[in-house]
């Protein structure tokens, strides 16, 4: 065994020190002239000093003092001493087991010390004193079994040795397990060692054997430390919190959120079926921010989903809120139920039982529908497999009786429940055989399109069925295009076939999306059309396009023929997919002659009378021309495209004498359906200014209002009604729109700071939440990348520091950063059996967007924090922006303590933001922010953790008066 000579050189000191009974001073001065000042790894003078010192039956204090010298006069390091000591394995001694616990005592504040600021070497302290605690309670659990082998227990008269051996143990436990610096490195320690961490847990359970003994009180107080060992990275209870609204003047506020009524709103008026998992993945998030029960949640979705209905009633979206509170609400209560991990059944009930407390809801309903609203919910839920037979009864029977329940026949609401049968229905028939059952085809599609052709669409759309009603509706559409010969009555039923399929494709994909197109076939007439010619909001189509398409010489029959008088649209083998766009040649031909003065307006209206006076899909292909006509043209060349426009919406009066005939077609219902797409497609690309084609639903803006002005209107109907209505929905839909989502964003933080009051505070935080997830990627973005930096960059004086809108608006922003946060790390779901490449395109597309909105995110918040850093560089002191960083990384911490979003924090962020913030910060958020899981994010916590015990050790220093 090879000796190192300074160790000898230390062993004779200690030797020649005990035998001329040095003082502590004396042993400081020569100790210093053994060792050199480059030795930094001392760890052999602790254990030299206890063989020296504990090698007899008791302790030699004088050498032990040399110990306590060296320790605080920086000649060791304390976690060479706390190694040392939990080396010790002689508790047959208990003086010297009592004289190490009265080192410790004396040592126990030098544990963390000015010269612990190296990463590794504050690790290795962490883990000796680790070893402490095991020793400590090794210590405890031999001493108490001692003292259980006692046969006289009257000796235990409190001063044996052993006895004071376990109250010295627990009080030093107290000091090493309530000291929050201390419990944070042991918090580390046990990540770093965790099968020591296991044997402390072990050791603990060992001495829990001793509980009815005589230490019993000492026993339960070291038993409870051990266990809130585990508690040290929950920092919700710790001072300065920022849920200023769970309650406001002692009282708890209850109500439905916000968030959740305004999410349902969207998820009602803006969203599809196909929708669904996405609202439902919306409303969990909500849930896991606001921390709720399922119960609360579910009560907030039924909730808000009636006051929805509610307040729709007898407006124009009677009939689609009808469809989503009795069809398509109750499959998302059941998207949420098998998401969940626990019983989502039993939490349903409660929620339902929580809503059914307060009737004043289903009360307004019932008058206002004429039906039992609670019992047709129920039906719904049953049919869904929310709820049993027996159980809807119970629910029932809790309802006080309604004196409208009897008038269920005549409600929208019971029509609606029928309409989702009747789509089966309607759909069995369309997919039968085209040639041999044409006439019941005909009959269906015919009056499909009447008065309760909306309800019939909002039924196939809130029941998931829509996409199915539009592939059979494509399908006739191509099929209507075959001609094998065929008689008068043969062609016109090929023809109002066709028209009404493609009416009824129009009609959908302007109101419900393309996405229910199939977009399978590349010889799809309408699809084609659909993708090249119809205008669509936001997007200018070639009107050159649809020309290139057209027959010149066909084009130059048809002028001629019609020119000259031809009053009849001929029907017999006419090929409608060329006529179309072959109409649009005829009508680009008229307009240029008319501008030229080579024709009149009144040759023009001949030929347009004939185009729409059987088939009404010629007028809707010759207005999507001219939309784009108008919308890529001067406006001085777009006057009689407007003219033309005009007309065509116009009552048609050559066609009254044969209205009668044509009325077996339904060719009003056709006419009137005509219209809507024509006048929607005016309001979404052009806004004409044509009489008779302004829009006229309430959900329209004027664009000659500021939008400061919309903005503050529609807030002030909410916040009259208290609840986000159908208006203020639809016109924050168009703000957004039109503003753009920047200055949305823009507009919603500017009301922040307009709003006085915590409990309007509340409810805004809640409803922006909700709007901003209109357009969640883009205004999410916006508000991290430009308001968050602009807010601790520009935001000057007493805009900066007012409060609560400060803490609002840092709740906010923490609310809609973990929203992206779980968007883009949302399971993507996969059918177990896909139907169509189509559905494989869109899971590998979705797939595809979390991947791209992980990789945003990532970006968004480097750049953030790298601007976080920045800031705190620049500031000397306590500052509102400092204050808005610290709350930021705060809430989320308290929000995720397990997710790895606050992982980009650089080493000198933290280290800056406890420099400047001080005693705000604790060992818990420092635990939160680190990513304890890597070496390197232990080892720079450990050294947060020294750094800030140094910070508070000066500000009590400064604190006590300097004359004490």
Same mark, same amino acid.
């Given at each position: 065994?090879?000796?190192?000579?300074? #160790?000898?050189?230390?062993?004779?000191?200690?030797?020649?020190?005990?035998?001329?009974?040095?003082?502590?001073?004396?042993?400081?001065?020569?100790?210093?002239?053994?060792?050199?000042?480059?030795?930094?790894?001392?760890?052999?003078?602790?254990?030299?000093?206890?063989?020296?010192?504990?090698?007899?039956?008791?302790?030699?204090?004088?050498?032990?003092?040399?110990?306590?010298?060296?320790?605080?006069? %920086?000649?060791?390091?304390?976690?060479?001493?706390?190694?040392?000591?939990?080396?010790?394995?002689?508790? %047959?001694?208990?003086?010297?087991?009592?004289?190490?616990?009265?080192?410790?005592?004396?040592?126990?504040?030098?544990?963390?010390?000015?010269?612990?600021?190296?990463?590794?070497?504050?690790?290795?302290?962490?883990?000796?004193?680790?070893?402490?605690?095991?020793?400590?309670?090794?210590?405890?659990?031999?001493?108490? /079994?001692?003292?259980?082998?006692?046969?006289?227990?009257?000796?235990?008269?409190?001063?044996?040795?052993?006895?004071?051996?376990?109250?010295?143990?627990?009080?030093?436990?107290?000091?090493?397990?309530?000291?929050?610096?201390?419990?944070?490195?042991?918090?580390?320690?046990?990540?770093?060692?965790?099968?020591?961490?296991?044997?402390?847990?072990?050791?603990?359970?060992?001495?829990?054997?001793?509980?009815?003994?005589?230490?019993?009180?000492?026993?339960?107080?070291?038993?409870?430390?051990?266990?809130?060992?585990?508690?040290?990275?929950?920092?919700?209870?710790?001072?300065?919190?920022?849920?200023?609204?769970?309650?406001?003047?002692?009282?708890?506020?209850?109500?439905?959120?916000?968030?959740?009524?305004?999410?349902?709103?969207?998820?009602?008026?803006?969203?599809?079926?196909?929708?669904?998992?996405?609202?439902?993945?919306?409303?969990?998030?909500?849930?896991?921010?606001?921390?709720?029960?399922?119960?609360?949640?579910?009560?907030?979705?039924?909730?808000?989903?009636?006051?929805?209905?509610?307040?729709?009633?007898?407006?124009?979206?009677?009939?689609?809120?009808?469809?989503?509170?009795?069809?398509?609400?109750?499959?998302?209560?059941?998207?949420?139920?098998?998401?969940?991990?626990?019983?989502?059944?039993?939490?349903?009930?409660?929620?339902?039982?929580?809503?059914?407390?307060?009737?004043?809801?289903?009360?307004?309903?019932?008058?206002?529908?004429?039906?039992?609203?609670?019992?047709?919910?129920?039906?719904?839920?049953?049919?869904?497999?929310?709820?049993?037979?027996?159980?809807?009864?119970?629910?029932?029977?809790?309802?006080?009786?309604?004196?409208?329940?009897?008038?269920?026949?005549?409600?929208?609401?019971?029509?609606?429940?029928?309409?989702?049968?009747?789509?089966?229905?309607?759909?069995?028939?369309?997919?039968?055989?085209?040639?041999?059952?044409?006439?019941?085809?005909?009959?269906?599609?015919?009056?499909?399109?009447?008065?309760? $052709?909306?309800?019939?669409?909002?039924?196939?759309?809130?029941?998931?069925?829509?996409?199915?009603?539009?592939?059979?509706?494509?399908?006739?559409?191509?099929?209507?295009?075959?001609?094998?010969?065929?008689?008068?009555?043969?062609?016109?039923?090929?023809?109002?076939?066709?028209?009404? @399929?493609?009416?009824?494709?129009?009609?959908?994909?302007?109101?419900?999306?393309?996405?229910?197109?199939?977009?399978?076939?590349?010889?799809?007439?309408?699809?084609?059309?659909?993708?090249?010619?119809?205008?669509?909001?936001? #997007?200018?189509?070639?009107?050159?396009?649809?020309?290139?398409?057209?027959?010149?010489?066909?084009?130059?029959?048809?002028?001629?023929?019609?020119?000259?008088?031809?009053?009849?649209?001929?029907?017999?083998?006419?090929?409608?997919?060329?006529?179309?766009?072959?109409?649009?040649?005829?009508?680009? =031909?008229?307009?240029?002659?008319?501008?030229?003065?080579?024709?009149?307006?009144?040759?023009?209206?001949?030929?347009?009378?004939?185009?729409?006076?059987?088939?009404?899909?010629?007028?809707?292909?010759?207005?999507?021309?001219?939309?784009?006509?108008?919308?890529?043209?001067?406006?001085?060349?777009?006057?009689?495209?407007?003219?033309?426009?005009?007309?065509?919406?116009?009552?048609?009066?050559?066609?009254?004498?044969?209205?009668?005939?044509?009325?077996?077609?339904? $060719?009003?219902?056709?006419?009137?359906?005509?219209?809507?797409?024509?006048?929607?497609?005016?309001?979404?690309?052009?806004?004409?200014?044509?009489?008779?084609?302004?829009?006229?639903?309430?959900?329209?803006?004027?664009?000659?209002?500021?939008?400061?002005?919309?903005?503050?209107?529609?807030?002030?109907?909410?916040?009259?009604?208290?609840?986000?209505?159908?208006?203020?929905?639809?016109?924050?839909?168009?703000?957004?729109?039109?503003?753009?989502?920047?200055?949305?964003?823009?507009?919603?933080?500017?009301?922040? %700071?307009?709003?006085?009051?915590?409990?309007?505070?509340?409810?805004?935080?809640?409803?922006?939440?909700?709007?901003?997830?209109?357009?969640?990627?883009?205004?999410?973005?916006?508000?991290?990348?430009?308001?968050?930096?602009?807010?601790?960059?520009?935001?000057?004086?007493?805009?900066?520091?007012?409060?609560?809108?400060?803490?609002?608006?840092?709740?906010?922003?923490?609310?809609?950063?973990?929203?992206?946060?779980?968007?883009?790390?949302?399971?993507?779901?996969? =059918?177990?059996?896909?139907?169509?490449?189509?559905?494989?395109?869109?899971?590998?597309?979705?797939?595809?967007? /979390?991947?791209?909105?992980?990789?945003?995110?990532?970006?968004?918040?480097?750049?953030? $924090?790298?601007?976080? #850093?920045?800031?705190?560089?620049?500031?000397?002191?306590?500052?509102?922006?400092?204050?808005?960083?610290?709350?930021?990384?705060?809430?989320?911490?308290?929000?995720?303590?397990?997710?790895?979003?606050?992982?980009?924090?650089?080493?000198?962020?933290?280290?800056?933001?406890?420099?400047?913030?001080?005693?705000?910060?604790?060992?818990?958020?420092?635990?939160?922010?680190?990513?304890?899981?890597?070496?390197?994010?232990?080892?720079?916590?450990?050294?947060?953790?020294?750094?800030?015990?140094?910070?508070?050790?000066? @500000?009590?220093?400064?604190? /006590?008066?300097?004359?004490?």
């Amino acid at each position: 065994m090879v000796v190192n000579p300074k #160790e000898a050189d230390v062993r004779n000191l200690i030797i020649r020190a005990w035998r001329e009974r040095w003082s502590e001073r004396q042993w400081g001065i020569h100790i210093r002239t053994v060792l050199d000042d480059e030795d930094t790894n001392l760890s052999f003078l602790a254990d030299l000093i206890f063989q020296q010192a504990l090698n007899g039956p008791g302790p030699n204090n004088l050498v032990l003092s040399y110990l306590k010298h060296s320790v605080f006069s %920086y000649i060791i390091s304390t976690s060479a001493v706390l190694k040392s000591i939990s080396q010790y394995q002689a508790f %047959y001694k208990p003086f010297c087991v009592a004289s190490l616990l009265d080192l410790l005592d004396q040592v126990k504040g030098r544990v963390i010390g000015r010269e612990t600021d190296d990463g590794d070497l504050c690790l290795d302290l962490s883990l000796a004193l680790q070893a402490v605690i095991y020793w400590l309670l090794s210590v405890t659990y031999s001493s108490l /079994e001692k003292i259980s082998d006692m046969t006289d227990l009257s000796e235990l008269n409190g001063d044996a040795e052993d006895s004071r051996i376990v109250t010295k143990c627990r009080k030093l436990l107290t000091y090493f397990l309530g000291d929050p610096f201390l419990k944070g490195m042991l918090h580390i320690a046990g990540i770093e060692a965790p099968k020591v961490h296991e044997n402390i847990q072990k050791m603990c359970r060992e001495n829990l054997k001793f509980s009815d003994g005589y230490h019993s009180s000492d026993i339960s107080v070291i038993i409870s430390l051990v266990e809130n060992l585990n508690n040290c990275r929950d920092i919700r209870g710790s001072q300065d919190s920022l849920d200023l609204f769970s309650s406001i003047d002692a009282k708890v506020i209850h109500g439905v959120n916000g968030a959740v009524q305004t999410t349902i709103m969207i998820a009602a008026m803006l969203r599809t079926t196909s929708d669904v998992l996405l609202v439902a993945n919306d409303l969990l998030i909500i849930r896991q921010l606001k921390k709720c029960s399922g119960a609360e949640l579910y009560c907030d979705i039924i909730q808000s989903g009636m006051i929805g209905l509610a307040e729709a009633i007898g407006k124009e979206s009677e009939l689609k809120f009808i469809g989503f509170t009795f069809l398509q609400l109750p499959v998302l209560l059941r998207t949420i139920r098998d998401k969940q991990r626990k019983d989502g059944g039993e939490e349903l009930r409660k929620g339902l039982d929580e809503f059914l407390a307060n009737e004043s809801t289903l009360d307004v309903i019932d008058s206002k529908l004429h039906c039992g609203t609670w019992e047709l919910f129920l039906m719904s839920l049953t049919k869904n497999q929310l709820l049993t037979e027996e159980q809807k009864e119970t629910f029932l029977a809790k309802r006080t009786a309604s004196p409208f329940a009897q008038k269920k026949n005549s409600s929208n609401a019971v029509i609606m429940l029928k309409a989702e049968m009747t789509v089966l229905n309607v759909l069995k028939i369309l997919d039968g055989d085209y040639v041999t059952q044409q006439d019941k085809i005909f009959t269906v599609i015919s009056s499909m399109l009447g008065e309760t $052709f909306e309800t019939f669409l909002i039924a196939a759309s809130s029941t998931g069925l829509l996409e199915q009603v539009t592939a059979r509706l494509i399908k006739l559409n191509q099929l209507s295009k075959q001609v094998n010969g065929e008689g008068s009555k043969a062609s016109t039923t090929r023809a109002v076939i066709f028209d009404s @399929s493609f009416l009824a494709l129009c009609h959908i994909t302007q109101n419900y999306g393309p996405q229910y197109l199939p977009w399978e076939d590349g010889d799809c007439f309408f699809e084609e059309w659909y993708r090249d010619w119809m205008g669509v909001e936001g #997007e200018a189509k070639s009107p050159d396009t649809v020309l290139a398409k057209c027959d010149s010489k066909k084009i130059d029959i048809l002028l001629n023929q019609y020119l000259q008088g031809e009053p009849e649209l001929k029907t017999s083998l006419v090929l409608w997919h060329e006529l179309c766009p072959n109409s649009v040649g005829v009508v680009s =031909e008229l307009l240029f002659a008319w501008r030229n003065d080579a024709v009149s307006f009144t040759d023009v209206k001949k030929v347009l009378d004939v185009f729409r006076s059987k088939i009404c899909a010629l007028p809707v292909a010759i207005a999507a021309w001219l939309c784009s006509y108008i919308q890529v043209s001067r406006e001085e060349e777009c006057g009689k495209a407007r003219y033309i426009l005009e007309h065509l919406m116009s009552p048609n009066v050559t066609a009254t004498a044969s209205e009668d005939v044509q009325d077996n077609f339904n $060719f009003k219902d056709r006419r009137r359906l005509m219209g809507k797409i024509i006048g929607k497609m005016i309001q979404s690309t052009i806004y004409s200014t044509v009489p008779g084609t302004q829009p006229t639903t309430t959900d329209c803006v004027s664009d000659r209002k500021e939008c400061r002005e919309l903005f503050e209107s529609a807030w002030a109907k909410r916040a009259n009604r208290g609840i986000m209505d159908v208006q203020t929905t639809a016109q924050m839909k168009n703000l957004l729109r039109i503003t753009g989502p920047h200055h949305f964003v823009q507009l919603i933080i500017q009301r922040i %700071y307009d709003i006085e009051h915590k409990v309007e505070l509340m409810q805004w935080r809640d409803l922006a939440y909700g709007l901003l997830h209109m357009d969640m990627e883009e205004c999410i973005s916006s508000f991290i990348s430009h308001f968050i930096p602009n807010i601790l960059h520009f935001s000057r004086g007493e805009l900066n520091s007012v409060e609560p809108q400060n803490s609002c608006l840092v709740s906010l922003a923490v609310d809609l950063t973990l929203s992206f946060y779980y968007h883009s790390r949302l399971e993507t779901a996969k =059918e177990e059996e896909p139907q169509a490449k189509r559905r494989k395109l869109k899971v590998i597309e979705e797939e595809t967007t /979390e991947k791209r909105l992980r990789k945003k995110l990532d970006a968004l918040l480097k750049e953030l $924090f790298q601007d976080f #850093e920045r800031v705190l560089q620049e500031t000397k002191d306590f500052t509102p922006n400092a204050r808005f960083i610290f709350r930021f990384l705060r809430e989320i911490a308290i929000k995720t303590p397990s997710q790895p979003i606050l992982h980009g924090l650089s080493d000198t962020l933290i280290i800056q933001l406890v420099r400047v913030m001080g005693k705000s910060v604790t060992t818990n958020l420092l635990l939160a922010l680190y990513p304890l899981r890597e070496p390197s994010g232990r080892r720079n916590c450990e050294r947060a953790i020294a750094r800030l015990k140094e910070y508070h050790d000066d @500000s009590i220093a400064e604190s /006590e008066p300097w004359f004490s």
